[in-house]
Structures are given as structure tokens and as C-alpha cells.
């Protein structure tokens, strides 16, 4: 506790020294970052490592000697650093040469088989963190796009509305004028039917007072008709006839 | 410089500052450290990747309680992995064929899961002594025998993964000597013993593999047992 209290008035305390002696001590309480430190976007990573030759060495190294040795020149260093430090015994070859020799001959042999295929297996898990990202985006685009067309639709649709209001109007005019001329007709049938049934009557009547009369003037007719004028016209007949066979023989 | 057999098993020192905590810490230097971005290079999700791995397969048999030991299980099996196939470099040291060091890693680890144990449900574990459906009158001895298996399972965890890799280097180590030594007098055997090398060296990299899996297994099957 108390030596809280120190660390925590040191600033202060050191603050108050002369200044020539402030200028030259730490301020601990405060940050060392003085710059905003930028979090977002942050600078790309490179595509790829940096170029190396024979798993090893940096190509650099290479390019910082080619300007003066050429291109054998780092292959020349190598080799002769290699022979100078075997023939002054700086390394001594033992046993554990040997089993370098063979380590190194599994590691060269597991790279060389088994390296393209990691790789391509830690870019395909990449990838497919990138596509499943990618995937939510193109869904989300797709249905916003259908969104955007069910509306277009909708609003093609609303533009129709007028044309479809006319024609329901002419409907309903149609269907009410119809209506009118179906009771209109109803109304004259209705009527002729009642003038109908006045002529009907009328004629009838006619017809009875037209019967009844000749059926008077019949009956007063055959009343009138005497026994004289019955023999006289039978006479009649009865010669008018003869004088038809008559003729008639004498066509046949 | 002229080494022994056993100069590999020594402890690197300069000028007699001792080097063991250096050499013990250096594999955690090669990981990569989880950067903020979303796709990270290569070996960035490589390495997530096989992590989430381990502790998938670790964590599946465990039940609720054990996963607090996720983090030390999954740093445990990289850190046992690492320094076994770094070992096989030639002139390093390998610090897990120190029985020091893996019996203070296994010894604590499985006192750890055996108070675990026997706080939280002492019963059952103390019931793992007896098998199901053992005959009556073998019951004293059985308890006995399975007290003794219990014990000895720290050490046993010690001094598999020290015995595995020190008879690995060692075995190495002989057969290049004899490569070595044979070749300016017989070379079609030193041949031959450089190819048995060659597949020696691959079992050791399998070898070194599975015992730090196989130690990381252990300490869990032996947690699964005592949750």
C-alpha cells in the first residue's frame, strides 16, 4: 500500500525537479503510443512469402551478390565456406553427420512429396472461410434483387389499375343497362299480355253474337222451308240428273 | 568435436550458464502467433487449424467440468510434439528425454486429476478400483492390484515418453556410428545401415509424434475417469 501511494505521486514528485532533470525522465503515467494508432483498414499482407532458393536462402541474398560475383557467386561462397570449415576441423564429421544426413534426406523427401498438397490444403481452408462469406453476401444480394422486382411487378401492376377500374366500370354499366332492358321487357310483356286477353275477350264475344245469329237465320230457314217447295226441288234434281247421265253416255 | 553416445542427453551449456530453459522454451518461438486478420497466411491457419483439431478430438469423450483442462491439454500436446520432432535434428537436445522433466510434467498433472477425483466425487472414484462383476473372493486382491495400477501411473506416463525418445536417439546415434565407422571399410554395409537409418529415423519422426499424443491421451482418459 505504501508503496502505491509512491508510485502513484512519483510523476508528480518528479514533475517538480528542476528542469533540466524533467526533461530527461520517463513521464510513467503516460502512454507510449503518441500516434492514433489506425485499426481499420489495415494494411494488405503480401500475396506470397518472400522468394527463397533451395529452401533456404532469401533470393536477396542472391540479387545482393550478383551485381559483383555474378551468378555463381553465392554458390562459390557457399561451397568453399563448406570445404573451409570441414578441412580446419572448425566441423568435425561424426556420427552425428550421418544421422544429419539422414534427417535432412526425410525432411527434403516429405517437402518435396507432401508441400504442394498442404498448401493447397491451408488455401482451400481459406478459401472456403472467403466463400462462405461470400456465399451470405450473394444471398443477400439475390434477395434484395428479387425484392426489387417483386416491387417493380408491384408497381407495373398499380400503373394497370386504371385500365382495370374502366373496365369494371364498363361492366357494371353493361350489367345496369342490361337489368334496365330486362324489366323493360318484362313491362311490355306484362302489358300485352293484359291487351291480349281485352282482344281475346272481344273476339270471343264476336264469334258467340256471329254463331248464335247464323244458327238463328239456319233454324228461321229450314222453319221456312214447305213441303211444296221440298217436292219441287227434288223434281228438279231428279231431272237435272238425267240430263247429266245423259252427257255423260254420250261422252263415253 | 568429438561426442559420445551420451553427450546429446546432456543439458547445453555456454560457459556455464546452463541453457535447459532455453532449449525448453525456444519450439513455442517457431508457432506463429494469431494475427487480427481474417485470412491469415499459411501457416497462420495451418496452425489454428490443427489446433482446433486437437481440441476437438480431446474434448468430445470429456464431460462439461474437464473442458477448464482444454488449454492446458492442447498447449501440453503441442509442446510435447514440437520438442520431440525438433530433437531429431541433429546436434540438438532433446529436453523430454529428461526423466526429471516429464515426471515433473506427468506426476502433477496426475495428482491433479486424482484430487479432481476424489473432491468432487469421491465415491466413484474410488469405485474405479473394483471392476464391474469381479468374483467376491477376488475382491481384496483386485482392490490391491488396482491401488498399485493407479500409483504407478505417473511414473508409467514419465518414463514411457523418457524411454521411447531416449532409445530412439540413442538407437540413432549407434547406427550412425556404425555407418560412419563402416564406411571406408565395408561400404556395401555401411549402405545397407544408412538405409536402415533412413527408416529408423522415419519411425522415430512417427514415434515422437505419437508418445506426446499418447501422453496428452492418457492425462485425459485418466480426467474423463475422475469427472
Known amino acids: 500500500m505504501f508503496s502505491r501511494l509512491v508510485l502513484r505521486a512519483a510523476p508528480a514528485a518528479l514533475r517538480n525537479l528542476p528542469r533540466p532533470v524533467t526533461v530527461g525522465v520517463l513521464h510513467t503515467n503516460r502512454l507510449l503510443h503518441t500516434n492514433e494508432q489506425r485499426l481499420a483498414p489495415l494494411p494488405p499482407l503480401p500475396e506470397k512469402g518472400g522468394e527463397v532458393r533451395h529452401g533456404l536462402i532469401p533470393e536477396e541474398f542472391f540479387q545482393f551478390l550478383y551485381p559483383k560475383t555474378g551468378v555463381t557467386g553465392p554458390y562459390m561462397l557457399g561451397t568453399g565456406l563448406i570445404l573451409y570449415l570441414l578441412s580446419k576441423e572448425i566441423y568435425v564429421v561424426n556420427h552425428e553427420t550421418v544421422a ?25 481452408l481459406n478459401e472456403e472461410k472467403i466463400a462462405q462469406a461470400l456465399a451470405v453476401k450473394n444471398d443477400a444480394i439475390k434477395s434484395l434483387e428479387a425484392a426489387i422486382e417483386q416491387e417493380k411487378k408491384e408497381q407495373w401492376r398499380a400503373e394497370g389499375c386504371t ?3 374502366d373496365a369494371k366500370r364498363n361492366n357494371v354499366a353493361m350489367l345496369l343497362e342490361t337489368n334496365y ?8 310483356s306484362e302489358v300485352k299480355k293484359r291487351l291480349d286477353y281485352q282482344v281475346a275477350l272481344q273476339t270471343l264475344k264476336r264469334q258467340k253474337e256471329q254463331d248464335h245469329m247464323i244458327e238463328w237465320v239456319e233454324k228461321s230457314v229450314v222453319q221456312s222451308i214447305t213441303p211444296q217447295q221440298q217436292k219441287e226441288s227434288i223434281t228438279k234434281c231428279i231431272s237435272d240428273l238425267k240430263v247429266l247421265s245423259k252427257s255423260a253416255h254420250a261422252t263415253v | 568435436m568429438n561426442l559420445t553416445l551420451f553427450d546429446q542427453f546432456s543439458p547445453p551449456s555456454i560457459l556455464g550458464v546452463s541453457l535447459l530453459l532455453l532449449a525448453t522454451l525456444f519450439p513455442a518461438l517457431l508457432l506463429p502467433s494469431p494475427n487480427n486478420r481474417w485470412i491469415s497466411n499459411r501457416l497462420s491457419t495451418l496452425q489454428s487449424w490443427f489446433l482446433l ?39 540438438t537436445f532433446t529436453p523430454t528425454t529428461q526423466l526429471s522433466m516429464n515426471m515433473a510434467l506427468a506426476f502433477p498433472l496426475w495428482f491433479a486429476t486424482l484430487l479432481t477425483g476424489l473432491r468432487n466425487q469421491p465415491s466413484i472414484s474410488l469405485g474405479h478400483l473394483l471392476p464391474e462383476g469381479t468374483p467376491t473372493l477376488l475382491i481384496p486382491a483386485l482392490i490391491v492390484i488396482e491401488t498399485i495400477s493407479l500409483l504407478i501411473r505417473p511414473l508409467a506416463l514419465g518414463v514411457r515418453l523418457t524411454a521411447n525418445l531416449t532409445a530412439g536417439h540413442l538407437l540413432i546415434q549407434l547406427i550412425s556410428t556404425a555407418t560412419a565407422t563402416l564406411l571406408p571399410i565395408m561400404p556395401a554395409v555401411s549402405v545397407l545401415t544408412a538405409i536402415i537409418l533412413f527408416l529408423l529415423t522415419i519411425l522415430e519422426v512417427a514415434v515422437a509424434m505419437i508418445q506426446a499424443y499418447v501422453f496428452v491421451l492418457l492425462l485425459s482418459l485418466y480426467l474423463q475417469e475422475n469427472t
Not at chain 1, 332492358?181 to 311490355?188: A, G, Q
Not at chain 2, 469423450?61 to 492446458?72: D, E
Not at chain 2, 492442447?74 to 525438433?86: D, W, Y
Open chain 1, 163 to 165: 385500365y382495370l377500374f
Open chain 1, 100 to 124: 544429419a544426413i539422414s534427417i535432412l534426406a526425410v525432411i527434403i523427401y516429405a517437402v518435396k512429396r507432401f508441400g504442394a498438397d498442404v498448401a493447397a490444403f491451408a488455401d482451400k
Open chain 2, 53 to 91: 483439431l486437437i481440441t476437438k478430438q480431446m474434448m468430445i469423450p470429456l464431460n462439461k467440468n474437464s473442458h477448464k483442462w482444454a488449454a492446458i491439454l492442447t498447449s501440453l500436446m503441442v509442446f510435447l510434439l514440437l520438442i520431440n520432432l525438433l530433437g531429431l535434428l541433429p546436434y
Open chain 1, 181 to 188: 332492358r330486362e324489366r323493360l321487357m318484362t313491362v311490355y
